[in-house]
């Protein structure tokens, strides 16, 4: 798949500040979240070029389960083909290039253009197009849509529209484990909320990897779980993250610090574990429950952030499953770090903005935006 590849307006001589080691490095550049275009540049290289998280396997695992993203430039179909296996193409009919599926998800019996009715199977295949049995040279088996490689790496649907991304077990590395450990590929997904976030996806992400700032903007988290009280954890694969240990007296991280459902087994239930997935997951790994973030850059200001909680299946089938202890909690959280990142956002804005220095406590952000950096320098060079 071909893909526009724009330049990239920033300084290397910026950049290379960042890369340097924490105590000396210094963070990306304003114009890395203002100037579109470093948006353009990344939704063609970030995006469009190796592995992004789409969701969770639980959404597409039965015959006609479907969701859409948007992401590259791209809007990409994911739906469980005849066997329930994930399958995922570009939203594009070949007839006029009607877009097939407009939901964001759901259950579909076929997929059918709504505009001159082509028709295709699961598995991509042209299935019926009305009136072109007189055609020359018209062979259906050359008007399937067209196919976007797809893995699936413990339960997490990672998509690469260029199809040339390095195998996918080396993107996710030593997090894989983690999420097996977790079950996270059985898990059932119990909520879901779509946040619009004005700022940019790097500070979104940038933010979920410090706890420096709950003490101020999350008082309810930091008593249950002390700000200082993780540490980082180092591994092969293009991500960051590490631990938090609940404090004395509480359970989970739910609104009154209690547990009311089993842990997964053989969980550390002591610990909150949680990761950035570069480029656009997060993931947070909980006693009793994954919470699972994607993020979908819609400008340099603005991410929409899909948060899903999943949950174990006999937990789930019960009766008296109620999932709000966890979401009220998170969603409390979720809006305070929205709005923080969204005044971090207006503050790089200004013409007078320049990079700070990063603190001892901002080791997995210096990581990821190393991540960043690094790209960044390969492009610039």
């Known amino acids: 798949m071909t893909v526009t590849n724009p330049a990239l307006p920033l300084s290397a001589a910026e ?6 080691p924490l105590e000396q490095a210094t963070m990306l550049p304003g114009a890395a979240y203002t100037d579109y275009g470093v948006f353009e540049w990344e939704r063609a290289n970030f995006f469009a070029r190796g592995w992004i998280c789409a969701g969770h396997v639980e959404q597409v695992a039965r015959r006609g389960d479907f969701l859409t993203v948007e992401a590259g430039g791209e809007n990409v179909l994911v739906i469980g083909d005849d066997d329930g296996l994930p399958r995922a193409f570009l939203n594009t009919c070949r007839h006029r290039g009607a877009r097939l599926v407009v939901a964001p998800s759901g259950t579909l019996r076929r997929i059918q253009c709504s505009y001159h009715a082509w028709t295709y199977g699961f598995d991509g295949s042209l299935k019926n197009a009305p009136f072109t049995d007189g055609l020359q040279d018209f062979d259906p088996k050359c008007f399937a849509l067209h196919e976007v490689r797809l ?6 649907v990672l998509l690469d529209l260029s199809g040339e991304a390095p195998p996918p077990q080396a993107h996710i590395g030593d997090l894989a ?7 996270n590929a059985d898990l ?17 992400g940038e933010n979920y ?8 903007v999350h008082p309810e988290l930091n008593r249950l779980s002390h700000y200082l009280s993780g540490e980082s954890i180092e591994g092969a694969g293009l991500w960051c993250g590490g631990s938090m240990t609940l404090a004395p007296g509480v359970e989970d991280m739910t609104v009154d610090g209690a547990r009311v459902r089993e842990p997964i087994a053989g969980v550390d239930v002591r610990s909150i574990l949680y990761f950035l997935i570069f480029p656009n997951t997060l993931v947070s790994l909980h006693p ?11 400008s340099p200001e603005r991410t929409e952030v899909v948060c899903e909680w999943f949950f174990e299946p006999e937990a789930i089938a019960a009766p008296d499953f109620d999932p709000t202890d966890a979401v009220e909690f998170w969603d409390q959280v979720n809006r305070e770090d929205w709005e923080v ?9 200004s013409r007078s903005f320049t990079p700070g220095r990063y603190t001892t406590q901002e080791d997995d952000v210096h990581t990821f935006d190393v991540m960043i950096a690094e790209r960044y320098l390969e492009a610039l060079r």
């Open 341 to 349: 990142c969204a005044l971090t956002q207006r503050g790089m804005e």
């Open 151 to 156: 893995a699936v790496v413990e339960g997490l």
């Open 15 to 20: 950049i290379v500040r960042t890369c340097l």
């Open 209 to 216: 990897s410090e706890c420096l700032h709950c003490p101020g």
């Open 177 to 183: 484990p983690l999420l097996a450990k977790y079950r």
């Open 288 to 298: 009793d429950y994954v919470m699972l973030h994607t993020l979908w850059p819609k």
């Open 188 to 204: 059932k997904r119990g909520a879901r909320i779509v946040y619009d976030v004005d700022a940019n996806w790097k500070a979104i």
